[in-house]
């Protein structure tokens, strides 16, 4: 196992690179942080329009959500690869359109999150924030939102330990992640796949973990927060 | 300054407000009363639309509150409304659930906004509470940070809508304080009220409500000693009298 793990380590971590392309668990940490930088202010707008007053927005949005929703990763990967390029008329690589599936899939979700974030207030938030002359949005933005975030975390973590896990359906689509590398690492030695598969586990749960250990911090500093003030 | 017009309002098939006609004058202060159910709340609450009216007309210093296209939320900006609920914003301290407003709507610079939020906070009693969160504070205080904060905006109209409701007993007394104070100063105001003791000492005129219908309008005197309704007779006893009526 040391052995394997002396020889096969930069491939593990970096794939190909310098000679190749960048890939293995660094692409991997590139495609989920891209994936939840991108996925989030996106859902945050699906999820606002999906309580939004505005019927014309509000259908559209809810007709969007119900089908990715009912849909699996998958198929929205393959969506992706078979149809970004006609859509674009360009040939699309596969880290974008793993990019586009992540994004997509996963903005749906936090768009659900936003909106029971939302709905979690009680309605007199907005009503006296509206009734004191605040727009919709500014009542939204000023008033609601920064209360709704704050219970949404523990459900937006989740969502984000799901995207880390997600990338390695890249695999599928021959993305160069390190699930991908796993495997040709596994091609390779071709008699330790238990070693290399566990390894490869490992590495997920370290990812997964840290980041659940990093909400958990966050969320008790917020509620610290809240008790200081409470005792002040 | 109001003016209600043969107002319809329905919920579904129940019709809430049943041709309501009323005027209240610039420096009235008028109390809403009646049981609940009766169309009270709603009624107030149609008064800067937040809820909307099938038929008639509400005249706000001459314009229609409930046409389409008007700039709601100007107007809205002009009238501070107090709820049931407090509903003051718990992410924001006293000082901020009162200067917003008045920073994103009034463009004050956040140090005008904030000696205005303080005078008032005086004004409620309030004053060294500026930077508490309301969750540290007692139901009557954030009623009166509430009603601090609609007067932030400096309107000419007042809207409560049972703003003694939801306080424990103690605690009625120092809201009706303030609004006895705001009376006093020469704001109009329109009250949802079960407080008779504040209805009869401050009120210009009662309205009483059943079933969706103004049954009843009179000076506090009358109203109290001489009800003219059945049902105003009924409303007042049973409030006098709590368990007069109540089997066994």
Same mark, same amino acid.
């Given at each position: 196992?040391?052995?394997?793990?002396?020889?096969?380590?930069?491939? @593990?971590?970096?794939?190909?690179?310098?000679?190749?392309?960048?890939?293995?668990?660094?692409?991997?940490?590139?495609?989920? *942080?891209?994936?939840?930088?991108?996925?989030?202010?996106?859902?945050?707008?699906?999820?606002?329009?999906?309580?939004?007053?505005?019927?014309?927005?509000?259908?559209?949005?809810?007709?969007?959500?119900? $089908?990715?929703?009912?849909?699996?990763?998958?198929?929205?990967?393959?969506?992706?690869?078979?149809?970004?390029?006609?859509?674009?008329?360009?040939?699309?690589?596969? @880290?974008?359109?793993?990019?586009?599936?992540?994004?997509?899939?996963?903005?749906?979700?936090?768009?659900?999150?936003?909106?029971?974030?939302?709905?979690?207030?009680?309605?007199?938030? !907005?009503?006296?924030?509206?009734?004191?002359?605040?727009?919709?949005? %500014? #009542?939204?933005?000023?008033?609601?939102?920064?209360?709704?975030?704050?219970?949404?975390?523990?459900?937006?973590?989740?969502?984000?330990?799901?995207?880390?896990?997600?990338?390695?359906? %890249?695999?599928?689509?021959?993305?160069?992640?390190?699930?991908?590398?796993?495997?040709?690492?596994?091609?390779? $030695?071709?008699? !330790?796949?238990?070693?290399?598969?566990?390894?490869?586990?490992?590495?997920? @749960?370290?990812?997964?973990?840290?980041?659940?250990?990093? #909400?958990?911090?966050?969320?008790?500093?917020?509620?610290?927060?809240?008790?200081?003030?409470? &005792?002040? | 300054?109001?003016?209600?017009?043969?107002?319809?309002?329905?919920?579904?098939?129940?019709? #809430?407000?049943?041709?309501? *006609?009323?005027?209240?004058?610039?420096?009235?202060?008028?109390?809403?009363?009646?049981?609940?159910?009766?169309?009270?709340?709603?009624?107030?609450?149609?008064?800067?639309?937040?809820?909307?009216?099938?038929?008639?007309?509400?005249?706000?210093?001459?314009?229609?509150?409930?046409?389409?296209?008007?700039?709601?939320?100007?107007?809205?900006?002009?009238?501070?409304?107090?709820?049931?609920?407090?509903?003051? @914003?718990?992410?924001?301290?006293?000082?901020?659930?009162?200067?917003?407003?008045?920073?994103?709507?009034?463009?004050?610079?956040? &140090?005008?906004?904030?000696?205005? &939020?303080?005078?008032?906070?005086?004004?409620?009693?309030?004053?060294?509470?500026?930077?508490?969160?309301?969750?540290?504070?007692?139901?009557?205080?954030?009623?009166?940070?509430?009603?601090?904060?609609?007067?932030?905006?400096?309107?000419?109209?007042?809207?409560?809508?049972?703003?003694?409701?939801?306080?424990?007993?103690?605690?009625?007394?120092?809201?009706?304080?303030?609004?006895?104070?705001?009376?006093?100063?020469?704001?109009?105001?329109?009250?949802?009220?079960?407080?008779?003791?504040?209805?009869?000492?401050?009120?210009?005129?009662?309205?009483?409500?059943?079933?969706?219908? $103004?049954?009843?309008?009179?000076?506090?005197?009358?109203?109290?000693?001489?009800?003219?309704?059945?049902?105003?007779?009924?409303?007042? *006893?049973?409030?006098?009298?709590?368990? &007069?009526?109540?089997?066994?």
């Amino acid at each position: 196992m040391i052995e394997l793990i002396d020889t096969y380590w930069l491939f @593990f971590l970096v794939g190909q690179y310098p000679n190749g392309p960048l890939g293995g668990l660094s692409l991997t940490l590139i495609l989920a *942080s891209l994936g939840l930088v991108l996925a989030l202010p996106l859902g945050l707008l699906l999820g606002i329009a999906r309580v939004s007053p505005f019927a014309a927005l509000r259908w559209p949005v809810t007709a969007v959500i119900f $089908v990715v929703r009912g849909t699996p990763l998958l198929m929205v990967v393959f969506w992706a690869y078979f149809s970004l390029p006609v859509l674009t008329g360009h040939k699309t690589d596969q @880290f974008t359109t793993m990019l586009v599936a992540l994004v997509v899939f996963d903005a749906v979700y936090l768009a659900e999150i936003v909106r029971a974030g939302i709905k979690s207030l009680p309605a007199g938030q !907005m009503e006296c924030a509206r009734s004191l002359g605040l727009s919709w949005l %500014g #009542a939204m933005r000023l008033v609601v939102l920064p209360q709704a975030l704050r219970h949404m975390l523990p459900s937006l973590v989740n969502q984000f330990v799901s995207t880390i896990k997600e990338t390695s359906l %890249g695999y599928i689509i021959g993305l160069t992640e390190v699930s991908f590398i796993a495997a040709q690492i596994n091609t390779q $030695v071709f008699t !330790m796949p238990m070693q290399v598969y566990l390894i490869l586990g490992l590495t997920y @749960f370290t990812l997964c973990f840290g980041l659940s250990r990093f #909400a958990y911090w966050l969320d008790r500093r917020f509620n610290r927060g809240a008790s200081i003030r409470v &005792a002040a | 300054m109001i003016e209600i017009e043969k107002v319809n309002k329905w919920f579904g098939s129940y019709h #809430a407000l049943v041709d309501i *006609s009323e005027s209240v004058g610039k420096g009235e202060v008028v109390v809403v009363c009646g049981p609940s159910g009766s169309g009270k709340s709603t009624l107030i609450r149609t008064l800067n639309r937040l809820e909307p009216i099938r038929s008639g007309r509400i005249l706000i210093d001459c314009h229609d509150i409930h046409r389409p296209g008007l700039d709601i939320n100007a107007f809205r900006s002009r009238i501070g409304f107090v709820f049931q609920q407090f509903n003051l @914003f718990p992410h924001l301290d006293v000082l901020g659930n009162c200067t917003l407003a008045p920073i994103r709507l009034r463009g004050l610079k956040p &140090a005008e906004a904030r000696e205005r &939020a303080l005078a008032l906070l005086d004004r409620v009693g309030l004053v060294h509470k500026a930077h508490a969160y309301p969750a540290e504070l007692s139901g009557g205080q954030q009623q009166r940070v509430a009603i601090a904060r609609a007067l932030a905006m400096q309107p000419p109209l007042m809207l409560f809508d049972e703003p003694t409701s939801a306080l424990d007993p103690e605690m009625v007394g120092e809201v009706l304080a303030v609004m006895r104070d705001l009376a006093r100063d020469g704001m109009t105001m329109v009250c949802v009220t079960h407080e008779m003791g504040f209805a009869r000492e401050v009120a210009d005129r009662v309205i009483f409500m059943d079933e969706g219908r $103004v049954l009843e309008r009179a000076t506090p005197d009358a109203f109290f000693n001489s009800p003219q309704h059945p049902r105003a007779q009924q409303f007042l *006893s049973d409030i006098r009298s709590p368990f &007069a009526g109540a089997p066994g």
